[in-house]
């Protein structure tokens, strides 16, 4: 089992900056892919980015440019920058893990962009 545990969630006014981390325990698997996930209300779960254990990235269209995804130390924490947010950035962010068949996730931290 891995456990993911989240933090950096807040309240932001448009065009503000929040730094959202992951730290992994547990189980670790040598080649992995740690990233995170976000669901606003009423709308289905989406990709923000991903991070291999190699270092490549991938962005979703919408964040790309704003938001920078990087992992530290052993590299099992994973972090999000996050700039000149928009309210359309408010949502519940997930940290995910995945290695072979398993799938993991963070129990979520809220981001709410409002003036």
């Known amino acids: 089992q891995v456990q993911l545990v989240e933090s950096g969630g807040n309240l932001v006014q448009p065009g503000g900056s929040l730094r959202l981390s992951c730290l992994a325990s547990?189980?670790?698997?040598?080649?992995?892919?740690m990233g995170w996930y976000r669901q606003a209300p009423g709308k289905e779960r989406e990709l923000v980015a991903l991070i291999s254990s190699g270092g490549s990235t991938t962005y979703a269209d919408s964040v790309k440019g704003r938001f920078t995804i990087s992992r530290e130390g052993a590299k099992n924490r994973v972090n999000l920058q996050m700039n000149s947010l928009k309210p359309e950035d408010t949502a519940v962010y997930y940290c995910?893990?995945?290695?072979?068949?398993?799938?993991?996730w963070g129990q979520g931290t809220q981001v709410t962009v409002s003036s």
């Open positions: 547990g189980r670790w698997f040598s080649i992995n892919t």
């Open positions: 995910n893990y995945r290695a072979e068949s398993s799938v993991y």
